[in-house]
């Protein structure tokens, strides 16, 4: 079965631009959730989806968004780019509940000058 | 709230040398507990999980922990590491029963010297 997959694998943007990122998740997951890596804040809860519906969210201001599509693939947003979202942004998907292990994808690793 | 903390930034150890990685975690129920390793660049892999049970899980690559909860740990051991060994350690607890999926320590990066 194939793992979660992610694209693009890198990204340049500028401040000011936007940018949308991919997750593909395990055949079968129906959960995605979305996490900021930085080495300043470490590892952080962006969102999670669930059946097109947003679950849960962290502490992350309104220019963060995302959305889940009907084949629970989903997508990420970051509109109006600071230089401080430069991070790598994990995906990571699972079958339905809470208590369900998390799967990771590789990251797209997104660099704002 | 919950939290995990991983006292030890950064360990060193020699090829063949047995290996423990602490990690501690702040929890108000039984909590799920996950140490996932992150190699340069990529993403995260799952070592392991406790649920309940058996409080001394196995992983993959060798790894197991023991579940402790008198003292709110989940160790991570290895009886001999690898150079491949070499990455970053993340203890993780989930749910938390409020917005965060995962709570993850700060990890602890591993260097193996030959």
């Known amino acids: 079965k194939a793992g979660v997959t992610q694209t693009p694998r890198y990204l340049i943007k500028t401040r000011g631009q936007q940018v949308t990122l991919s997750c593909s998740p395990i055949s079968g997951h129906r959960s995605v959730s979305w996490y900021q890596q930085t080495p300043g804040q470490g590892l952080q809860f962006l969102f999670e989806y669930f059946s097109e519906t947003q679950r849960n969210k962290g502490n992350f201001p309104g220019r963060f968004s995302g959305r889940q599509f009907s084949n629970s693939r989903s997508e990420m947003n970051v509109s109006t780019l600071e230089l401080g979202d430069s991070a790598l942004y994990l995906c990571?998907?699972?079958?339905?509940?809470?208590?369900?292990?998390?799967?990771f994808g590789p990251g797209t690793r997104l660099t704002v000058l | 709230a919950q939290s995990v903390t991983q006292p030890d930034i950064h360990i060193t150890v020699s090829e063949g040398a047995s290996l423990e990685l602490r990690c501690n975690y702040s929890?108000?129920?039984?909590?799920?507990l996950f140490w996932y390793v992150q190699s340069p660049g990529q993403g995260l892999q799952l070592l392991l999980k406790y649920f309940s049970g058996d409080t001394l899980v196995q992983g993959i690559k060798g790894f197991e922990a023991e579940f402790k909860r008198s003292q709110s740990s989940f160790n991570l051991r290895k009886p001999s590491v690898h150079w491949s060994d070499a990455a970053e350690y993340f203890c993780a607890v989930g749910p938390t029963g409020g917005n965060e999926k995962l709570t993850f320590g700060t990890g602890t990066r591993l260097t193996i010297i030959p």
């Open positions: 929890y108000g129920a039984t909590p799920y």
């Open positions: 990571a998907s699972s079958l339905v509940a809470d208590t369900d292990t998390q799967y």
